[in-house]
């Protein structure tokens, strides 16, 4: 049986993700640490301190290091698309905000990096790991989940009268039921 800590660590990591998710598919959306900390169910303060201990980086570097990602992506396999197109795509509120970041991040310009400079990376990365077949594909994001391990066993039990109320996050829904077996 799990201890109530263990417990409370699984349902933090669930909530974590799904804050995880919603960041991944709405970067250029609303990511106000109050909105997160909303869809998590805590409060501002407490999902950022969370958030932190559960994913390892603060919620402002997870968004700024996905909307690079993604950014990165597009460089790479929308060469149709403007720098500032694919800036505003995700979620930079400039193109020069993106520059800033888009050059911290990966040490060149969004321009060299389309010129070819993101095989350059690659190898630079696969060369520090220590293999070129194994490496990660910088040029593509990595989705980062909390790890969730769920252990399940079934077990025969005399038949008994049980009852229960459910729960459901969201709009609270309860039911009481009896039954037998």
């Known amino acids: 049986m799990l201890d109530q800590a263990e417990l409370r660590k699984r349902e933090y990591t669930g909530r974590i993700n799904r804050v995880m998710d919603y960041v991944r598919e709405n970067l250029d959306g609303d990511l106000r640490l109050e909105k997160l900390a909303r869809i998590a169910n805590f409060s501002p303060y407490h999902f950022h301190r969370v958030f932190k201990a559960i994913v390892g980086e603060t919620t402002n570097a997870y968004i700024r290091r996905h909307r690079a990602e993604k950014a ?73 989940r909390a790890e969730m391990v769920f252990r399940a066993a079934a077990i025969r039990l005399p038949k008994r009268h049980v009852a229960y109320i459910r729960h459901v996050a969201g709009p609270t829904t309860r039911s009481a039921r009896h039954s037998t077996g």
């Open 72 to 144: 990165a992506c597009h460089l790479v396999q929308n060469s149709r698309m403007s720098i500032t197109e694919i800036a505003m795509a995700c979620g930079y509120s400039s193109s020069s905000s993106f520059a800033r970041e888009f050059r911290q991040m990966y040490g060149m310009s969004a321009t060299q990096f389309r010129d070819g400079g993101h095989s350059s990376l690659k190898t630079l990365r696969e060369t520090v790991e220590g293999s070129s077949e194994a490496g990660p594909d910088i040029s593509a994001p990595v989705p980062r």
